[in-house]
């Protein structure tokens, strides 16, 4: 205002808004229409940069959702000694396992190694490096990767070999190892032991979608959405596969905002496979009745109104025999929430409605689907009221063996290690027979094979008995199935154990 020559400075401030009000023009924030999204005809040019040694995220679930368009191009470019995050490796034909038998891939981070028999094979033979980690720590080390956060305390894997290190990653031509697991940082938090586990980014993010609208916004259909949602947002470059174009979205429908995705291709051809057609009325037990014995009791411990987690093979069918007038909701790690009976025979297979068991399902009426983050969110943060799995053995104090047999089978811990971990009131039951096949002892004084999770089982149903399960105590028989005595349980059980004065018939199974 001095310069302007004016001697009353709010007159002249006065007269300088009013000049900008005459002589600037109401403008409009300037911008774009379409996001930065590059569209592409053809898969092999959507991964043509894709360099040998990248690192490359690539979602799905089993074969549900897997961007099978995208991993034909990578076999084709020839790229090699790739390191791949993803929850499994596909099959031996078909999904990852074909970039496996090829040999394009350096190492693999997964949970798990199931029935990929070369998978297996190429670890336990030296051939490929294995970094084993538990389902849901791997979803949370991808979606920490893609928020910035460089690492995270969790209660996963405490007081295993993922914490204490010594997990084989490469083994030598004789099985002797090579490379190993680290040992992991460790704190107490409100008196609950965590691990420190580091965030995961990568070069590449492959994913699937169901279907793209023009501005590179995406859409997954049910159970598909799995880890390729966390994945979209952690990698360099984000490629996604979809099914379907659209011209836009409702923005409430959006599942991975456009800000994440940089190319997207439309599918070829997608052969969607399914591993495990279940059908209802299918399925059964032992020729012993050993496992529908088991079933049937296990099933009691459903209360109506629970929210409940159910491991492959005899938990899973703890479900035909749910009470009638209790009425529960069965979670399923790989993203749904409400999951239902096996579909009718004769009616179409969805490929993208599956259960962690990689088995066709259905939904109920008050069911949802999220991704992988999200449903192990759930677990850990308690809001499952039981969890039910298989074990390959069980500790006196309530250690659980169910991922690995050093040498020998390498299943990998799936999500096991983090339901087993779960905060809250969530109630750990272990359902399995009571001896091998051979009729050595699966319950022990502490177990042989490398642990799941630490003094976390509360019950163990067998088709001998049920047992209660204390981490400072130990085991309590407290019911036991008719035409067995005590003296067959003792003989049967590698360890001590004491017995209820209230030892009642095993229930629901006469």
Request: proline fraction near 4%.
């Amino acid at each position: 205002a001095k310069e302007a020559g004016h001697e009353n400075c709010n007159m002249a401030l006065l007269r300088a808004c009013r000049w900008l009000r005459g002589n600037c023009n109401a403008r409009a924030i300037s911008v774009s229409s379409q996001c930065n999204v590059a569209f592409f005809q053809d898969a092999k040019e959507a991964v043509k940069d894709v360099q040998d040694g990248a690192k490359l995220l690539v979602g799905g679930f089993g074969l549900c959702g897997i961007p099978e368009n995208l991993i034909d191009a990578l076999k084709q470019s020839g790229v090699k000694n790739l390191t791949v995050y993803s929850n499994n490796a596909g099959v031996d034909d078909f999904g990852l396992g074909i970039l496996l038998k090829s040999r394009q891939i350096k190492r693999m981070v997964s949970s798990y190694v199931g029935e990929n028999k070369e998978f297996a094979r190429q670890y336990l033979n030296g051939e490929l490096e294995v970094e084993l980690t538990p389902q849901g720590t791997l979803a949370e080390r991808i979606r920490a990767g893609g928020a910035g956060i460089p690492a995270f305390y969790t209660p996963t894997g405490f007081g295993t070999p993922i914490h204490r290190g010594g997990v084989p990653i490469k083994h030598g031509s004789n099985h002797e190892v090579l490379i190993e697991s680290l040992p992991k940082e460790h704190r107490v938090f409100n008196g609950r032991h965590y691990i420190l586990e580091e965030a995961i980014t990568a070069d590449y993010a492959l994913i699937k979608a169901w279907k793209a609208d023009k501005y590179g916004n995406l859409v997954f259909r049910k159970a598909a959405r799995n880890f390729n949602v966390p994945m979209g947002k952690a990698a360099k470059v984000t490629i996604a596969e979809v099914e379907e174009f659209a011209d836009r979205f409702e923005p409430e429908h959006i599942h991975l905002p456009c800000v994440y995705v940089n190319r997207v291709i439309k599918g070829a051809k997608f052969e969607k496979r399914i591993e495990k057609r279940m059908y209802q009325n299918q399925g059964g037990s032992s020729e012993d009745g050993k496992q529908e014995r088991i079933i049937k009791r296990a099933a009691l411990e459903f209360k109506d109104g629970m929210y409940i987690n159910l491991g492959i093979g005899i938990p899973v069918l703890a479900s035909n025999y749910i009470p009638k007038g209790v009425n529960v909701t069965i979670q399923s790690e790989n993203g749904v929430l409400g999951v239902g009976p096996y579909p009718v025979r004769g009616k179409e297979d969805d490929p993208d409605l599956i259960n962690a068991g990689k088995e066709t399902v259905t939904l109920l009426p008050q069911g949802s689907y999220f991704s992988s983050e999200e449903s192990f969110a759930m677990i850990r943060g308690g809001h499952i009221d039981i969890t039910m799995l298989g074990a390959m053995q069980v500790s006196q104090h309530g250690d659980l063996a169910n991922w690995m047999i050093p040498g020998k089978m390498i299943k990998g811990m799936g999500g096991a290690m983090d339901l087993v971990s779960s905060g809250g009131g969530t109630k750990v039951i272990v359902t399995m027979e009571h001896t091998t096949k051979d009729g050595g002892h699966k319950i022990l004084e502490n177990c042989s094979y490398p642990i799941t999770g630490k003094s976390c089982v509360h019950c163990i149903i067998t088709e001998m008995g049920v047992f209660d399960v204390s981490a400072d105590k130990g085991l309590k028989l407290v019911e036991i199935a008719d035409g067995i005595g005590l003296t067959d349980v003792r003989a049967a059980t590698g360890c001590s154990f004491e017995v209820s004065p209230e030892l009642k018939a095993m229930s629901g199974v006469r």
